[in-house]
């Protein structure tokens, strides 16, 4: 298999970079990690939401280009990853995707209102009612998943393209101290305490660029 590169932007404050890294190491498929200036033009304005695409990560397989994690997703699913990432049954693949599309598709005021910052942490962070809605409805999804396929992962007792969906969420949800329910910190938790994401956020708390958009006091 020819050698594969995967360039994110940011360990502290990439949340779609860190989809896209989560993904590949959840399935088995061994990246060079490239890491983009937090300072080019293009970079900052995908982790300011300035941007109208996200083209970070972007994976460099042989002749093969996909950037945006959910592409990333759908190729990994394509092609012999010693883990598949989405869950074996055609109607657990559906629900899967539909949870992931609301990823993709929606969650915008989380997203302004709690920017992923893992180095940061806010205790008594005051949620407003727009990203409050958006934490109701993640925090649904989680329950729902949890209780249809037993756990610990939101389909069952391996991590799919779901968990790695919803993995920054759960730094957010860390960072700004936000009150969760029994089965959602559960969750949020074992998410944290993955293996590999133990090894991302570790080297989150190694860089050193700062931007001060992100790193304000709230």
């Known amino acids: 298999m020819p050698a594969a590169s995967l360039t994110i932007i940011s360990r502290n404050y990439g949340s779609w970079s860190l989809r896209?890294?989560?993904?590949c190491a959840l399935a088995?498929?061994?990246?060079?990690?490239?890491t983009a200036a937090v300072d080019d033009e293009a970079a900052r304005a995908e982790l300011l939401l300035l941007s109208p695409s996200y083209l970070v990560p972007r994976l460099d397989h042989g002749d093969t280009i996909a950037w945006g994690a959910w592409a990333i997703a759908e190729y990994l699913h394509e092609i012999n990853v010693p883990h598949p990432v989405f869950p074996a049954e055609v109607a657990d693949r559906a629900h899967c995707r539909s949870v992931c599309g609301e990823v993709m598709s929606g969650f915008a005021n989380?997203?302004?209102a709690l920017p992923m910052n893992i180095r940061a942490r806010h205790t008594g962070f005051s949620v407003w009612?727009?990203?409050q809605a958006d934490i109701d409805r993640i925090t649904t999804?989680?329950?729902?998943?949890?209780?249809r396929y037993g756990g610990p992962y939101l389909f069952g007792s391996t991590p799919t393209v779901a968990d790695a969906m919803y993995a920054p969420v759960?730094?957010?949800l860390q960072t700004y101290d936000v009150p969760l329910d029994a089965d959602s910190v559960r969750y949020?938790?074992?998410?944290?305490a993955h293996p590999a994401m133990v090894d991302w956020i570790a080297q989150a708390h190694t860089e050193?660029?700062?931007?001060?958009?992100?790193?304000?006091?709230?």
């Open 208 to 218: 050193s660029e700062q931007i001060e958009e992100l790193d304000v006091e709230f």
């Open 110 to 112: 989380l997203r302004a």
């Open 188 to 192: 949020r938790d074992t998410m944290l």
């Open 28 to 34: 088995g498929f061994e990246v060079d990690v490239v």
């Open 20 to 23: 896209g890294w989560l993904l």
């Open 129 to 131: 009612a727009g990203a």
């Open 141 to 147: 999804i989680w329950r729902d998943c949890l209780r």
């Open 170 to 172: 759960c730094t957010r």
